[in-house]
């Protein structure tokens, strides 16, 4: 491993020194396996943060009855070493150029993959509109606060549990009203990448289908954690 980032006080990205890595596509992720001393193993899946061309990182946020996210967060230091596979997945990836407009829809940690699509589009100097929608439990939480406003991606959040003092924003959870103050028009035909928890993406897919939005093209990725 390469350096650690500190995202928010759960989440750190961790930039891996990986030999022989071939380069990946925004959206995709990679397997990583601990192995203990007495040869026990835990292995999870993680999505990949960087943009292709990027060194290779993840960000994991820690959950408190896993195996792998505590020493990942808490524990792992530069140098340590662990074993990844990938890149994995070719169905929610974004290769920059698309022209449709994208729709972005986060739920926590799901911003990961839609962050390496945003880094993508900045780094490939892509044209096609993108705007990404983002939930966190708190202001805290947000994950790539300050990044995230300097790639060239209109960025929308709500806050779910702990709005700030003065926060002007959106303070609920995503719902149909939220959706169509923010998505595109289905008449533009936007892609449409959904990542979160299981309840999140279907109430952020189902939203949309109801504005009037083609199911093929929102394509989804779900986790089992977040906010």
């Given at each position: 491993?390469?350096?650690?980032?500190?995202?928010?006080?759960?989440?750190?990205?961790?930039?891996?020194?990986?030999?022989?890595?071939?380069?990946?596509?925004?959206?995709?992720?990679?397997?990583?396996?601990?192995?203990?001393?007495?040869?026990?193993?835990?292995?999870?899946?993680?999505?990949?943060?960087?943009?292709?061309?990027?060194?290779?990182?993840?960000?994991?946020?820690?959950?408190?009855?896993?195996?792998?996210?505590?020493?990942?967060?808490?524990?792992?230091?530069?140098?340590?070493?662990?074993?990844?596979?990938?890149?994995?997945?070719?169905?929610?990836?974004?290769?920059?150029?698309?022209?449709?407009?994208?729709?972005?829809?986060?739920?926590?940690?799901g911003?990961?993959?839609?962050?390496?699509?945003?880094?993508?589009?900045?780094r490939?100097?892509?044209?096609?509109?993108?705007?990404?929608?983002?939930?966190?439990?708190?202001?805290?939480?947000?994950?790539?606060?300050?990044?995230?406003?300097t790639?060239?991606?209109?960025?929308?959040?709500?806050?779910?549990?702990?709005?700030?003092?003065?926060?002007?924003?959106?303070?609920?959870?995503?719902?149909?009203?939220?959706?169509?103050?923010?998505?595109?028009?289905?008449?533009?035909?936007?892609?449409?990448?959904?990542?979160?928890?299981?309840?999140?993406?279907?109430?952020?897919?189902d939203?949309?289908v109801?504005?009037?939005?083609?199911?093929?093209?929102?394509?989804?990725?779900?986790?089992?954690?977040?906010?």
């Amino acid at each position: 491993m390469a350096s650690i980032r500190a995202e928010t006080p759960r989440v750190r990205t961790l930039v891996l020194d990986a030999d022989g890595w071939s380069d990946h596509r925004a959206g995709q992720h990679l397997d990583v396996r601990l192995t203990a001393e007495d040869g026990y193993q835990a292995e999870r899946s993680y999505s990949i943060a960087s943009a292709p061309g990027e060194p290779l990182a993840i960000t994991v946020e820690r959950l408190e009855d896993g195996e792998v996210s505590p020493y990942l967060v808490d524990e792992v230091r530069d140098g340590d070493r662990f074993e990844v596979r990938g890149p994995i997945g070719g169905y929610f990836v974004w290769n920059g150029d698309e022209p449709e407009p994208v729709l972005l829809v986060a739920g926590g940690s799901g911003v990961v993959p839609l962050a390496a699509m945003a880094r993508q589009r900045a780094r490939a100097g892509a044209t096609a509109p993108m705007r990404l929608l983002y939930s966190s439990r708190s202001w805290e939480d947000v994950i790539y606060r300050d990044e995230l406003e300097t790639l060239g991606v209109e960025v929308v959040h709500t806050l779910t549990r702990e709005p700030p003092p003065g926060w002007d924003g959106y303070a609920r959870r995503i719902d149909d009203e939220l959706l169509r103050d923010v998505a595109f028009p289905a008449s533009e035909g936007p892609r449409v990448y959904v990542c979160g928890s299981t309840r999140f993406v279907d109430a952020a897919a189902d939203g949309l289908v109801r504005l009037g939005y083609d199911p093929l093209w929102i394509r989804t990725e779900r986790f089992g954690a977040t906010g």
